[in-house]
């Protein structure tokens, strides 16, 4: 009975564990994937950048994002009706609205829980797919918005 009692503490107590990692343990994985010598100068850049990582990783969704994507949509509706000809494609008019609006997605980045070490890489990749897709959704919209608004209104009789 006491061999069983001592096997059910350790599950339990590995399972509270598994939750989450401690803190130290979650920046050493973190700086781990650097793969620097011990004696390396950079490590401690490393760590630092690791802690911070980490930090941002365990908060909450930052309110300032959802306000800073409101901006960042805002902006590819406004940059959409802005290049729109009626003419061109709707892929290339969003093409051109997602690239007047990186630095707002630069913006919302920065204040996402994505860690610093990932704002270059998705920046890289700018437009993404779902900034693509968002930015031809606004043409389109546009587009609907102009018809409903050329459509003559039903004068009354």
């Known amino acids: 009975m006491r061999v069983f009692s001592i096997f059910l503490f350790c599950l339990l107590s590995s399972l509270s564990y598994a939750q989450e990692k401690p803190f130290g343990d979650a920046v050493a994985e ?45 902006c ?39 860690p610093p070490s990932e704002w270059n890489t998705r920046m890289d990749e700018y437009p993404s797919k779902a900034v693509r897709d968002a930015a031809l959704r606004a043409v389109l919209l546009n587009r609907r918005a102009a018809v409903s608004e050329s459509r003559p209104k039903n004068v009354g009789k």
């Open 30 to 74: 973190c700086a781990a994937k650097y793969q620097l010598p011990i004696d390396s100068p950079k490590l401690q850049e490393v760590f630092s950048a690791c802690e911070k990582e980490v930090e941002r990783s365990r908060r909450q969704v930052n309110p300032d994002t959802l306000s800073l994507v409101e901006t960042f949509e805002k």
């Open 76 to 114: 590819l509706a406004e940059n959409a009706k802005r290049f729109d000809d009626r003419l061109s494609p709707a892929s290339e008019i969003a093409q051109a609205a997602a690239a007047e609006c990186q630095f707002k997605w630069f913006s919302v980045l920065k204040s996402s829980s994505t």
